[in-house]
DNA sequence: CTGTTAGCGCTTTCAG
DNA sequence: CTGAAAGCGCTAACAG
């Protein structure tokens, strides 16, 4: 057996009102400084927290947490703990939620099969968490939720309260900065995964070229998976095509960064043969040879805004139909620059 | 206001009590199936688990939580969400936890000064988590929760219970590497940071350069963070010094990677003018041109290790002295072959 | 100014 | 076979 709790046995709130011998009620108040708290003697007071401090009194969380009904936890849900976006949506969370005391609890479904992950957020949804963050899976977690207690949804906008950016806008900007340059054979690599974001990237895509008056040829559309070994896949694609695009506007890093070396290992150059672009910008994206034009997504203010929208909701206030849209900021790079642009009139 | 907790009211151990005419501790003992619970008539049960089932009734985790004395939560300090080895600890940690029905706090630090981080800890410690896992940063958190409650160290081996993977071995199989192909001059790109990994990883080089009675060359070691930016000191030392290194072991790929793609840009060829070998082996550096030679670390592994053994301390088994090391593996690719292997006798 | 009381929702002896 | 009772550690009226 090992030995935790005996070597220094936590003292509880009864200890300290037996040290000072007054009752429980008054040591609780003085400690939390809690209404009606002015009004208890300088002296009691001070013999209290003097105490308290003596016996490194710490309030027992679990039994805090009962009493107020409410546990300072917010539990985040990310389907993916591998993707690139990942640890700065969970960076951002975390310091939000810390400002204010609040603990995040992490729930990374990627290896779980959607019964388990659905039991599993049941378990926690009574009395075990205020709240709930769901990244990019309002499909399979919103019905289990629904009403039972606050939520916010990340990187969708067609449910409520949530938090986005601007995906279409992102590959809209990718295209137009393409048909700036003169360039029309613009192809786009997406994927067939169901989350919104990735929809409506594609979405973004299509009208930039119909907004253009350019028809789309469904032959330089691809679709592959959101990881690396998508980039595999695309550039066999791209190598299977008869009559190339001039450039290529891809759904993500991850895949645009395996895509890129494939494509030069090939001996396919960037960007006179292909200008490429994408979706992300992650950190490594600016030091690829040559740097890759991205749509940075800002994910760690992401993470933040969907943790201030949460506290408030656990406030108490009412955020149904609120969709925040954070905008996407266009990293021009080598990659996707093939002549100067046309003249600006 | 929101209405959470008005719609659906939770349902109550007391609730299905009512409903079913028994008393509370009848219902609690067949939903719990605790000892004694063989002795309810069939009927009862029947009738029991009828009810709660139609109740929708979940246990409340934090009143179980206050009376079972413990919260089913483990906690894992990071110090750096954003590094590519955290997400797989993460996994694996989280993966390990969830076969038994624990959930994972938890907690980064990268943007937290010391003190903060500290309190968090010290407020979780009481009555809040049944265990700490703290990766990289005994020295700042050890003394904190020193006896408090069971810890799992992880990524150092001077400290105990803790897992880690042999961090000297990869550098020394790396360097042997180099050294089977006849190459002498190997330089070494390591860290002025603290962590135990680090530190072994720079002895591992220097091992193996005693062990083959080549006397190292303080010129051929540079010291940089451990970020992409840390390629780019990297590669100003490299190209400041007069006489090169035909191979250098890098301690982990972020800087491998960055430093890599800035030599190709300059013209240095790799492995012709120098050859490359780095820590880590995450997923891009099979897909770098040329694919990078590692040494590649278990974190997933790791991170399902140290929680496993996590679990068994708040079974009450006492790891103390207990240092699990993970092996590594030596993935050779295009980056560090210049020449084929001194032939085997 | 401070103590008493009554629980939060649950588990667990111990009596019937 | 089942229920009553005690209590985990804490908070919040309400009395003095």
């Known amino acids: 057996m090992n030995g935790y709790g005996q070597n220094e046995k936590k003292s509880t709130l009864k200890d300290v009102a037996r040290k000072v011998g007054r009752s ?19 002296e009691t007071r001070q013999l209290i927290l003097a105490a308290a401090e003596e016996l490194n009194y710490q309030p027992h969380y679990m039994a805090q947490a009962l009493k107020k009904r409410n546990t300072m936890l917010v539990a985040l849900a990310v389907p993916n703990i591998y993707h690139p976006f990942t640890p700065q949506l969970i960076g951002g969370v975390q310091d939000a939620l810390r400002e204010r005391g609040y603990h995040l609890l992490l729930l990374d479904l990627t290896n779980s099969p959607d019964a388990e992950s659905v039991r599993t957020v049941l378990q926690l949804e009574s009395g075990g968490i205020d709240g709930l963050i769901i990244h990019s899976m309002s499909k399979e977690l919103g019905p289990v939720v629904d009403g039972k207690l606050p939520v916010v949804y990340l990187d969708e906008k067609s ?4 938090v986005w950016f601007d995906a279409g806008g992102a590959t809209r900007t990718l295209t137009q900065h393409f048909l700036q340059q003169g360039i029309q054979k613009i192809g786009y690599i997406g994927t067939f995964m169901e989350p919104e974001t990735y929809t409506e990237r594609e979405k973004g895509y299509r009208d930039a070229m119909a907004q253009a008056g350019i028809p789309v040829n469904e032959e330089m559309i691809c679709h592959v998976s959101p990881q690396l070994g998508g ?19 891809v759904f993500t890093d991850n ?3 395996a895509l890129m070396l494939q494509l030069i290992r090939a001996g396919v150059r960037i960007p006179e043969d292909v200008a490429l672009a994408s979706v992300d910008d992650v950190e490594i994206s600016a030091l ?3 740097p890759l034009t991205c749509a940075w997504v800002p994910a760690y203010e992401m993470g933040k805004r969907a943790a201030y929208m949460m506290m408030e909701q656990i406030a108490g206030k009412d955020l149904t139909g609120v969709v925040e849209t954070l905008p996407v900021e266009l990293h021009i790079r080598a990659s996707s620059i093939r002549s100067s642009p046309a003249p600006n009139p």
């Open 159 to 162: 449910v409520s309260p949530a």
């Open 231 to 249: 980039g595999g896949k695309a550039f066999a694609w791209f190598q299977g095509l008869k009559e190339k695009p001039e450039a290529l506007v």
């Open 255 to 257: 895949v645009a960064h």
């Open 24 to 42: 429980v009620a008054t040591v609780s108040m003085v400690l939390n400084q809690s209404a009606g708290c002015e009004r208890i003697s300088e």
């Open 288 to 290: 690829m040879n040559p």
